[in-house]
Antibody, heavy 115, light 105 residues
């Protein structure tokens, strides 16, 4: 069974750092377009970042310069300079190509930024 | 930045047809996909490349596009279809619509 499982969420103070992980089973992270998508409480989906099959990374303007996506056999999201507005459920999701749909999603991990 | 516009809510009676729209500039030139999200759960892909349905998605879900508006249609809507629905397209990066809450009443 193809599955993505996120971990690493928690309660952080503003300005803090956190690293999220996404473990994949049944698929190889490095040959897919692996995305991070977040959803603030009661709000809609917001795309955060992608690392493509060549290792090139892209970010939403709201996180550029603060978040870094990386991978080995797992997917990661290093989150620095956390702000209250980063509070959300963070999902990892797989796409087969750059403009392809996200066909596999993890269950999400909650990040809360609050003092 | 690129935006996709969805109605915040749509209501439908059981057994009737629900239509959820998604509009955006030059959307006709972009692939659109749709996700269903039940409360507290992850999104599930229901339509990709405008009109295609993934394996396991009921045939009552269909997608179409005309000009700058894409439409998700649910025929013979059932109570289990009540959920939030999001459209997605790509400009320089991935963009999601704001979401539509479908109520079946």
């Amino acid at each position: 069974e193809v599955q993505l499982v996120e971990s690493g969420g928690g309660l952080m103070q503003p300005g803090g750092s956190l690293r999220l992980s996404c473990a994949a089973s049944g698929l190889t992270v490095s040959i897919n377009y692996m995305n991070w998508v977040r959803q603030a409480p009661g709000k809609g989906l917001e795309w955060v970042s992608v690392i493509d099959s060549g290792g090139t990374t892209y970010y939403a303007d709201s996180v550029k310069g603060r978040f870094t996506v990386s991978r080995d056999n797992m997917l990661y999201l290093q989150m620095n300079g956390l702000r209250a507005e980063d509070t959300a459920v963070y999902y990892c999701a797989r796409a087969l190509d750059s403009d392809d749909a996200f066909d596999i999603w993890g269950q999400g991990t909650m990040v809360t930024v609050s003092s | 930045s690129y935006e996709l516009t969805q109605p915040p809510s749509v209501s439908v009676s059981p057994g009737q047809t629900a239509s959820i729209t998604c509009s955006g500039d030059k959307l006709g030139n972009k692939y659109v996909c749709w996700y269903k999200q039940n409360p507290g759960q992850s999104p599930v892909l229901v339509i990709y490349q405008d009109t295609k349905r993934p394996s396991g998605i009921p045939e009552r879900f269909s997608g179409s596009k005309s000009g700058s508006t894409a439409t998700l249609t649910i025929s013979g809507t059932q109570a289990m279809d009540e959920a939030d629905y999001y459209c997605q397209a790509w400009d320089s990066n991935t963009v999601f619509g704001g979401g539509t809450k479908l109520t079946v009443l």
